[in-house]
Nanobody, 115 residues
Framework: QVQLVESGGGLVQPGGSLRLYCAPS????????MNWYRQDPGKQRELVATITSSGSANYAASVKGRFTISRDNAKNTVYLQINTLKPEDTAVYYC?????????WGQGTQVTVSS
């Protein structure tokens, strides 16, 4: 069974940066969009960034200009560069990869922004 492995989360001070990584545990095929979501306890999961197979990216208004999503199609890996972090960015970040055969999800990586 394919799993998405995430890394790159951690504790960072306000204004800092992180780079999140997400890669499948084995080869996957017919990959379409790749997404990053986040969820704070007690809140709904929020879509923060999405990137199509052709590289077109879209962002939630709350992160536009600070977050950058990118992908490596050869490795089916998706990245999220997070700059100018704010305390309200604190959440568990999840990646999701859509394929013609179904969607895969990561286990989540914690991002905590605190001084």
């Amino acid at each position: 069974q394919v799993q998405l492995v995430e890394s790159g989360g951690g504790l960072v001070q306000p204004g800092g940066s992180l780079r999140l990584y997400c890669a499948p545990s084995r080869s996957i095929f017919r990959v379409n969009a790749m997404n990053w979501y986040r969820q704070d306890p007690g809140k709904q999961r929020e879509l923060v960034a999405t990137i199509t197979s052709s590289g077109s990216a879209n962002y939630a208004a709350s992160v536009k200009g600070r977050f950058t999503i990118s992908r490596d199609n050869a490795k089916n890996t998706v990245y999220l560069q997070i700059n100018t972090l704010k305390p309200e960015d604190t959440a568990v970040y999840y990646c999701s990869i859509k394929t013609d055969f179904g969607d895969y999800w990561g286990q989540g990586t914690q991002v905590t922004v605190s001084s």
